[in-house]
């Protein structure tokens, strides 16, 4: 079992920036896969962005170029640095991790963007 916490999620202005955490409950070593969800009022859960076990890190187009992940294998916490926030970044975002055929799921962190 993983246990997931998220934390971080705010009321920011547009243009503003936003560190979200997503604390694990194992080593993220064990963790194949650790990655940042959001699901927008009335829309679908969708990635934003992740990260391998081995420090590889990928974005969705709307992520890229403003968002940056990074880990602190140390806190067994994976951070998404999120910055020229956009109204439609309003929304909760969830951390996931993959372990061995499992997936985790955190309990959600709400970003609210005003324009």
């Known amino acids: 079992q993983v246990q997931l916490v998220e934390s971080g999620g705010a009321l920011v202005e547009a243009g503003g920036s936003l560190r979200l955490s997503c604390a694990a409950s194992v080593n993220l070593v064990s963790i194949n896969v650790m990655a940042w969800y959001r699901q927008a009022p009335g829309k679908q859960r969708e990635l934003v962005a992740l990260i391998t076990s081995g420090g590889t890190s990928n974005y969705t187009d709307s992520a890229k170029g403003r968002f940056t992940l990074s880990r602190d294998n140390a806190k067994n916490t994976v951070y998404l640095q999120m910055t020229s926030l956009r109204p439609e970044d309003t929304a909760v975002y969830y951390c996931?991790?993959?372990?061995?055929?499992?997936?985790?799921w955190g309990q959600g962190t709400r970003v609210t963007v005003s324009s």
């Open positions: 996931r991790a993959d372990r061995g055929s499992s997936a985790y």
